[in-house]
């Protein structure tokens, strides 16, 4: 395909991690529906080591981070390099498209990635930022950023405007514990360092989901915009042909395998389980979850995603492979596909948004195990503000989720009483998700404007 004259031309910079990578895939899917010619940039190594079946209407093309065959000593180190690499790359990336006869308008890059902006202002391009995590989790790290909040937290609750009262440990990790991996906790609050710069705010939420701290945002800090939630088209409006999969992952899905297994299982009978790509649990909380689901096979089928990295923590004895009809370990799968099927009856998840999202977009209940990071909080919305499911607490004594705790939470979701007001809940968010990215929806309107704004952006240049 070639870029057409009367296109705008948007670069797109994501992290690399899966939970960056996807949410900005979609939304330039959902951009290009809208006219706009869009190039998602990417690191050498990441294009080296991903399973890509990139969209044909989407444009891939690299920069480096400095470690293009990998190796990388430490997140210190990778995020220097990151840093210096990835913005000489970038530049460079950018004269070499506007010298090529497309021209890019605006750089959307992922808030992680702050210094994308400064590069964008350098080379006279709109600066767009998208965060990769709730107006929620945003809001507190804002305020943490700035000082506007007391540290150590105090108090059996802490405030945050736009926000319910929040126990201490259901703020993001690295407000709670600052020591905690300090490397990426100054990664993580580097995306408001120069973010003021910005011409324009995105956000992977949708309005309903967190309309009062978007209201409070929007009037006391920038104008942002809500374009979630960011899955697959054919998982929620079913207006972009084809758009059934994310098709760029860093793990290969066992498709075939999965489906086979699910299928011969009855409606709402199984425990789906999946921690992400990144999550690394202790071989004690994998012992406790594994007795748990061992322990009521008779009840409940499950499904539980292992990596490669994680399988040797597993109890040997509970080790079952893919002819086990009670319970099927795969190292990866297509995790829509899975939320989509009907057999499924809860998602034990770590709480990561892309998941979370994933969850409410196709109305399934969770069982929350926050794990760091922005999960905390991510774990008391689902419990106690969107309530689609519930969390399971760690012992006092161990700070391990116990294999009581694990049952009582499966039980109360999959047949308890509150089971079914979070399944109607559910529902209702999975509509509400649905109408935010439908025609005239909130997140689809957003989405337009930023088409406009872009094209607009590439008239005038046009013009002069």
Same mark, same amino acid.
């Given at each position: 395909m070639a870029l057409s004259t009367n296109q705008a031309h948007a670069l797109v910079v994501p992290c690399s991690a899966q939970g960056h990578i996807n949410p900005m895939l979609q939304f330039s899917k959902r951009l290009v529906s809208k006219g706009v010619w869009v190039t998602l940039a990417i690191t050498v190594h990441? !294009?080296? =080591?991903?399973?890509?079946d990139p969209s044909g209407s989407i444009e891939i093309e690299t920069i480096s981070d400095g470690y293009d065959n990998g190796g990388v000593e430490s997140m210190e180190a990778y995020h220097r390099s990151l840093t210096v690499v990835g913005s000489q790359t970038l530049r460079s990336l950018i004269k070499r498209l506007d010298e090529s006869g497309k021209p890019v308008q605006a750089v959307i890059y992922d808030g992680?990635?702050?210094? !994308? &902006?400064?590069?964008?202002?350098e080379c006279g391009k /709109? #600066?767009?930022?998208?965060? +990769?995590? +709730?107006?929620?989790?945003?809001?507190?790290?804002?305020?943490? @950023?700035k000082g506007l909040v007391e540290l150590p937290l105090k108090g059996p609750r802490v405030s945050f405007p736009g926000l319910p009262p929040l126990e201490p440990s259901e703020t993001p990790s690295f407000v709670n514990d600052p020591g905690s991996y300090p490397a990426i906790h100054d990664w993580v609050l580097s995306q408001f360092s120069n973010v003021e710069k910005a011409d324009y705010y995105l956000v992977n939420t949708f309005y309903e989901l967190e309309k009062e701290v978007v209201d409070w945002m929007w009037k006391n800090l920038w104008p942002i915009k809500t374009i979630g939630p960011t899955v697959p088209s054919a998982? +929620?409006? $079913?207006?972009? $042909?084809?758009? @059934? %999969?994310? +098709? &760029?992952? &860093?793990? @290969?899905?066992?498709? $075939?395998a999965c489906a086979r297994w699910l299928s011969r299982k009855r409606p709402r009978s199984v425990v789906y389980v999946s921690f #992400? =790509?990144?999550?690394? /649990? @202790?071989? $004690?909380?994998? !012992? %406790?979850?594994? !007795?748990? &689901?061992?322990q009521n096979r008779s009840r409940y089928s499950f499904l539980w995603i292992v990596r490669e990295s994680e399988r040797s923590k597993l109890p040997p004895e509970f080790l079952a492979g893919p002819e086990e009809e009670s319970g099927l370990i795969l190292t990866w799968c297509s995790q829509l596909e899975v939320l989509n099927h009907d057999s499924i009856g809860c998602f034990i998840t770590h709480c990561g948004l892309g998941s979370t999202l994933e969850a409410i977009s196709l109305g399934v209940p969770l069982v929350a195990v926050p794990q760091w990071s922005d999960q905390p909080t991510n774990a008391k919305f689902i419990e106690d503000v969107w309530r689609v499911g519930v969390r399971a607490r760690p012992s006092n004594k161990t700070g391990i989720i116990d294999k009581g705790e694990f049952e009582r939470c499966m039980e109360e979701v999959m047949e308890g009483e509150k089971g079914k007001a979070i399944k109607e809940n559910a529902k209702k968010w999975k509509d509400l998700a649905r109408e935010a990215v439908d025609k005239g929806g909130d997140s689809d309107k957003n989405i337009e404007l930023v088409a406009s704004l872009l094209s607009c952006q590439h008239a005038t240049i046009r013009q002069k």
């Amino acid at each position: 395909m070639a870029l057409s004259t009367n296109q705008a031309h948007a670069l797109v910079v994501p992290c690399s991690a899966q939970g960056h990578i996807n949410p900005m895939l979609q939304f330039s899917k959902r951009l290009v529906s809208k006219g706009v010619w869009v190039t998602l940039a990417i690191t050498v190594h990441l !294009a080296k =080591s991903t399973h890509m079946d990139p969209s044909g209407s989407i444009e891939i093309e690299t920069i480096s981070d400095g470690y293009d065959n990998g190796g990388v000593e430490s997140m210190e180190a990778y995020h220097r390099s990151l840093t210096v690499v990835g913005s000489q790359t970038l530049r460079s990336l950018i004269k070499r498209l506007d010298e090529s006869g497309k021209p890019v308008q605006a750089v959307i890059y992922d808030g992680f990635i702050p210094w !994308a &902006l400064d590069v964008a202002k350098e080379c006279g391009k /709109l #600066g767009v930022v998208f965060f +990769t995590q +709730t107006c929620a989790v945003n809001n507190i790290y804002y305020h943490y @950023k700035k000082g506007l909040v007391e540290l150590p937290l105090k108090g059996p609750r802490v405030s945050f405007p736009g926000l319910p009262p929040l126990e201490p440990s259901e703020t993001p990790s690295f407000v709670n514990d600052p020591g905690s991996y300090p490397a990426i906790h100054d990664w993580v609050l580097s995306q408001f360092s120069n973010v003021e710069k910005a011409d324009y705010y995105l956000v992977n939420t949708f309005y309903e989901l967190e309309k009062e701290v978007v209201d409070w945002m929007w009037k006391n800090l920038w104008p942002i915009k809500t374009i979630g939630p960011t899955v697959p088209s054919a998982y +929620t409006d $079913e207006r972009l $042909e084809d758009d @059934k %999969e994310y +098709t &760029l992952n &860093l793990f @290969k899905p066992n498709i $075939e395998a999965c489906a086979r297994w699910l299928s011969r299982k009855r409606p709402r009978s199984v425990v789906y389980v999946s921690f #992400g =790509s990144i999550a690394d /649990l @202790k071989p $004690e909380q994998m !012992a %406790e979850l594994a !007795a748990a &689901l061992d322990q009521n096979r008779s009840r409940y089928s499950f499904l539980w995603i292992v990596r490669e990295s994680e399988r040797s923590k597993l109890p040997p004895e509970f080790l079952a492979g893919p002819e086990e009809e009670s319970g099927l370990i795969l190292t990866w799968c297509s995790q829509l596909e899975v939320l989509n099927h009907d057999s499924i009856g809860c998602f034990i998840t770590h709480c990561g948004l892309g998941s979370t999202l994933e969850a409410i977009s196709l109305g399934v209940p969770l069982v929350a195990v926050p794990q760091w990071s922005d999960q905390p909080t991510n774990a008391k919305f689902i419990e106690d503000v969107w309530r689609v499911g519930v969390r399971a607490r760690p012992s006092n004594k161990t700070g391990i989720i116990d294999k009581g705790e694990f049952e009582r939470c499966m039980e109360e979701v999959m047949e308890g009483e509150k089971g079914k007001a979070i399944k109607e809940n559910a529902k209702k968010w999975k509509d509400l998700a649905r109408e935010a990215v439908d025609k005239g929806g909130d997140s689809d309107k957003n989405i337009e404007l930023v088409a406009s704004l872009l094209s607009c952006q590439h008239a005038t240049i046009r013009q002069k």
